[in-house]
């Protein structure tokens, strides 16, 4: 293992120093010269901390005023888990699924909490974009992405929480940069209404076993979309008693062409 380098020693102790003094967003740091006085260490390797410190966000140098602690925004780290996620799918890889698996287990495992009590006015903004939803539908034949990106974040505003907000951007975001190769035209519509409208009932009515049942068959749809399909030609694999030319996932005995429903959505 490589050893850290003079300026990685010093982010450390930044951010140890930010932690000691109980620093938060917008706090003053010690100038440049005081650091390198603090640290025993050169400009040179002070300034290429704080630039990585900067890119991340945990400090923010304003030239003219000094150098203050950052935002802590999660944005670095959104970015590049979509750039991940973008360049895996690029390659034929799952990177895309792997990503909306980790956000479907984050959403069920919330929807919960949420229906304990949620508000009345996130209540009426949830249900104002199933109407937008709707209105899309009917006029271009399809959701708008941005309207579908807003019901999911304001789903969970009433639990505060902020990292859970830039975590979820993290799929849209990565979904956004490869959305010339992940088609979405040919989801129906009235289904995506549909399912965010019972989403949506199930959390008015406080029921939090609906509520998840809801939220797991919108993935249902979504996992259909990511999922590797197979190539043109491609055997398709033989399910145990099922009729012959029968769909893939028939029950045994169905007709031919017999498909499940979830996957339309």
Not at 96 to 123: Q, S, W
């Amino acid at each position: 293992m490589a050893r850290p380098t003079m300026a990685q020693d010093i982010e450390r102790r930044i951010k140890e120093l930010i932690l000691e003094r109980r620093l938060g967003p917008g706090d003053p740091l010690p100038t440049e010269a005081e650091l390198m006085e603090l640290f025993s260490a050169g400009r040179v390797s002070v300034r290429e901390a704080l630039k990585a410190l900067q890119a991340m966000n945990v400090v923010e140098i304003r030239r003219g005023f000094g150098t203050f602690v950052g935002s802590l925004s999660l944005s670095p780290f959104v970015e590049g888990l979509a750039f991940r996620a973008a360049v895996r799918h690029g390659q034929g890889e799952p990177g895309l699924l792997e990503l909306m698996k980790v956000r479907e287990a984050l959403e069920t495992g919330l929807i919960g909490p949420v229906t304990a009590g949620v508000p009345a006015e996130d209540l009426a903004v949830l249900r104002a974009l199933v109407a937008t939803m709707e209105s899309e539908a009917a006029r271009d034949g399809r959701v708008a992405r941005a309207t579908d990106r807003a019901f999911h974040l304001a789903l969970y505003s009433s639990l505060d929480n902020h990292l859970l907000s830039e975590v979820l951007d993290a799929f849209w975001a990565a979904m956004d940069r490869v959305r010339e190769d992940v088609d979405d035209g040919h989801q129906d519509p009235a289904v995506t209404c549909a399912q965010h409208h019972e989403i949506v009932e199930a959390v008015a009515a406080a029921d939090g076993v609906r509520a998840v049942r809801a939220m797991r068959t919108h993935f249902d749809g979504i996992r259909a979309r990511l999922e590797p399909q197979p190539a043109p030609g491609a055997p398709s694999e033989a399910v145990p008693g099922a009729a012959p030319g029968a769909a893939p996932g028939a029950a045994p005995g169905a007709a031919p062409g017999a498909a499940s429903a979830s996957a339309s959505a």
